[in-house]
């Protein structure tokens, strides 16, 4: 989904240019007693307390929400689990993300990644998704070497701590969108016939030279229409060919080839390449829980046991939207200023109980929360923050995020999460 990478990626460039630094509005950050429960009682001595009362203006969308999953949780204790698997607990590389482009080749990129890879590492994170978007790593884009080499030390850098490394290249460079900046690049020319033989040549590179575990080359059919155009991926059926020219002659090595669906999307793109052995797992991005987004999970993990082949989750996360809210609505910035606020705590481990459940319920063997930096901070609700903007509201969350990172300080999410993966331990 554009809008879940695409509105807090200006935010993040602001970041990395001051790495761990103080937030400018750092008088609005409050950390408070704690006025609720969190989804457990959790032995977190260095977990962020916040007052989580509901503002009377969301109770309806928070009350809504928690009867969605409620009603998902009864699904899922209704359904026989799997045979017992391992699942790797992940989070998104955010600070590595290629849609930062020339950012990434400033000397405070890569002490980010490295400051995130320590914060997460410390939660018991065991694996980090990089989105490496085309045409990043093809030989005719400007500062090619330099890319390589970033992602080369970012791979090696997630190794040392012995993360597992799933690499997103399913769609391209969210060339256009508000916020990133990618210069003279245009997709207008490019055909389709060209597009599918330079992205094949660029995953052959990120599988030869960075190794990853596992590999998703492509999953939101919606975005990458809305990004290219292309007739020929309009369809279920055109969409299984484009799928088949990519996976044609492509030395996979130990890499495992990813390819799935949002939970949004129509069933009936996945059922195009469920049958192609080539492919190895099948991806999926989870955000709204609305309408049958989450029915759609229950039969995907239905056929991951009908046809044997592991799941990729390598994004998730707790969409605060209970309806449609517009073309467009992901990436509508009142929707996504909704996530810094401290009172979605709650809802929000509910949800990751829900999904861990899910992800050993059925055959899930990767498990990647998007937005990571919310397990370090939260913003209180209060009649500051209620009346920031969004850039205003999303830097004071993000850099409270890396001040909390330098202190060892995480948020009640990040503790709960640490629990999620190490009750898999016991």
Request: glycine share 6%; hydrophobic share 40%; with cysteine.
């Amino acid at each position: 989904m554009v809008g879940t990478r695409t509105v807090i990626l200006t935010i993040i460039a602001l970041v990395i240019a001051a790495t761990l630094v103080l937030a400018a509005y750092s008088g609005l950050f409050v950390v408070v007693p704690s006025t609720s429960t969190s989804a457990e009682n959790l032995p977190c001595p260095n977990a962020a307390q916040y007052n989580e009362s509901v503002s009377a203006a969301y109770q309806p969308t928070y009350s809504a929400l928690g009867q969605i999953l409620d009603s998902f949780d009864q699904t899922l204790n209704s359904t026989a689990p799997g045979p017992s698997h391992h699942v790797t607990y992940a989070t998104e590389l955010l600070p590595a993300d290629s849609n930062l482009v020339t950012k990434l080749l400033t000397p405070q990129a890569m002490l980010s990644v490295i400051n995130y890879l320590n914060a997460v590492q410390k939660l018991g994170v065991q694996g980090v998704t990089i989105d490496i978007s085309y045409p990043m790593l093809t030989p005719t884009f400007p500062n090619y070497t330099q890319y390589l080499r970033f992602y080369e030390e970012v791979v090696q850098q997630a190794r040392e701590r012995r993360m597992t490394i799933d690499i997103e290249s399913q769609i391209p460079l969210l060339v256009g969108y508000p916020g990133i900046s990618t210069g003279s690049l245009s997709y207008a020319n490019l055909t389709y016939s060209t597009y599918v033989a330079q992205d094949k040549q660029m995953i052959q590179t990120i599988i030869n030279t960075l190794h990853p575990d596992y590999l998703n080359i492509g999953t939101e059919t919606d975005t990458l229409q809305m990004l290219l155009h292309y007739p020929q991926i309009s369809t279920p059926q055109g969409w299984g060919s484009y799928i088949s020219s990519l996976l044609n002659g492509l030395n996979k090595n130990t890499t495992k080839i990813a390819v799935g669906i949002g939970a949004w999307d129509p069933i009936s793109y996945l059922y195009a390449t469920l049958n192609y052995s080539a492919i190895d797992a099948i991806a999926v991005h989870v955000y709204p829980v609305y309408g049958n987004n989450l029915a759609t999970l229950i039969q995907i993990g239905q056929l991951s046991r009908q046809y044997n082949k592991p799941i990729d989750i390598d994004e998730v996360w707790l969409h605060k939207s209970i309806a449609n809210e517009g073309q467009g609505f992901a990436k509508d910035a009142q929707i996504r200023q909704r996530n810094v606020y401290a009172f979605w705590i709650p809802l929000d481990e509910q949800f990751f109980s829900e999904m861990s459940d899910f992800a050993h319920t059925y055959n899930v063997a990767y498990l990647s929360p998007f937005e990571g930096s919310y397990f370090f901070a939260y913003l209180t609700y209060n009649a500051g923050t209620a009346s920031l903007s969004y850039t205003q509201a999303m830097q004071m969350a993000n850099q409270a995020a890396s001040e909390n990172i330098a202190n060892n300080i995480v948020s009640p999410l990040g503790c709960y999460y640490d629990h999620l993966i190490d009750r898999q331990a016991t």
